[in-house]
C-alpha cells in the first residue's frame, strides 16, 4: 500500500524558514516523480514544484522560485520542501503527491507573527 | 499559465442523479510526446484530493466506472452518473502538461 507521510509543520514568523519531509514507503520511491501542492485555509488546489524521479529536474510556481527548494532522498525514500522567507500568503495545508496519484494527509503552515 | 476554467461552481445533485463538470483550458493540453495530462480529482471535506481520472479518460485503481472523462485540446468533461452520497465533495481538475501545473477553481458537488 502507498503511504505518503508529512511532516514540518508549524507556526513559523514570517521572513523565517521551515522544512518540510515527506516519508513515503509501498513503491519505489525512486522511479518516480514528486510534487508539492498547497491549499490555503478554505480555498482551492495550487501546485508549489515538482522534481524528477532522479532530482535532476525541479519546476516551480513563480511566488516560490528562489525561496522555496524542492529536494529528495531516494536512499531514504524521503522528498523535501526546503521553505526560507516565508510570507503570510505561504500559509497553507501543504500535502506531498507521487506521480500526482497518491497523495499524503498533509502538514499545516502557519506563516504568522 | 494555462488558465483552467471549472464550471459550474456548485453543483446541487439529488442522490441517483447524473451530472456533468466542464473544464477548459486557455491553451491545448497535448504534450509533445502525445499525451495530454488532464486529471480530474474528488476532494471530501477534511480529507487529501483522491484522484478519479488520469489523462482524461482512465479511471484510477478503485475508481467506480460511475465515473468518466471525455474530452480533448482544450474542453473536457467529468460525468458522475447515479450519484452516492460518497461522492459529494469538491472536484477539481489538473493539468500537468505545462509547467506551472494548474488546477480549475473546483466544483462543490451537494445534496439538492
Known amino acids: 500500500e502507498v503511504q505518503l507521510v508529512e511532516s514540518g509543520g508549524g507556526l513559523v514568523q514570517p521572513g523565517r524558514s521551515l522544512k518540510l519531509s515527506c516519508a513515503a514507503s509501498?513503491?519505489?520511491?525512486?522511479?518516480?516523480?514528486m510534487a508539492w501542492v498547497r491549499q490555503a485555509p478554505t480555498k482551492g488546489l495550487e501546485w508549489v514544484a515538482t522534481i524528477s524521479y532522479d532530482g535532476s529536474s525541479t519546476y516551480y510556481r513563480d511566488s516560490v522560485k528562489g525561496r522555496f527548494t524542492i529536494s529528495r532522498d531516494n536512499a531514504k525514500s524521503t522528498l523535501y520542501l526546503q521553505m526560507d522567507s516565508l510570507r503570510s500568503e505561504d500559509t497553507a495545508t501543504y500535502y506531498c503527491?507521487?506521480?500526482?496519484?497518491?497523495w499524503g494527509q498533509g502538514t499545516l503552515v502557519t506563516v504568522s507573527s | 499559465d494555462v488558465l483552467m476554467t471549472q464550471t459550474p461552481v456548485s453543483l446541487p445533485v439529488s442522490l441517483g442523479g447524473q451530472v456533468s463538470i466542464s473544464c477548459r483550458s486557455s491553451?491545448?493540453?497535448?504534450?509533445?510526446?502525445?499525451?495530454?495530462?488532464l486529471h480530474w480529482y474528488l476532494q471530501k471535506p477534511g480529507q487529501s484530493p483522491q484522484l478519479l481520472i488520469y489523462r482524461v479518460s482512465n479511471r484510477f485503481s478503485g475508481v467506480p466506472d460511475r465515473f468518466s472523462g471525455s474530452g480533448s485540446g482544450t474542453d473536457f468533461t467529468l460525468k458522475i452518473s447515479r450519484v452516492e452520497p460518497e461522492d459529494l465533495g469538491v472536484y477539481y481538475c489538473l493539468q500537468s502538461t505545462h509547467f506551472p501545473n494548474t488546477f480549475g477553481a473546483g466544483t462543490k458537488l451537494e445534496l439538492k
Open positions: 509501498g513503491f519505489t520511491f525512486s522511479n518516480y516523480g
Open positions: 503527491a507521487s506521480r500526482l496519484a497518491y
Open positions: 491553451q491545448s493540453l497535448v504534450h509533445s510526446d502525445g499525451n495530454t495530462y
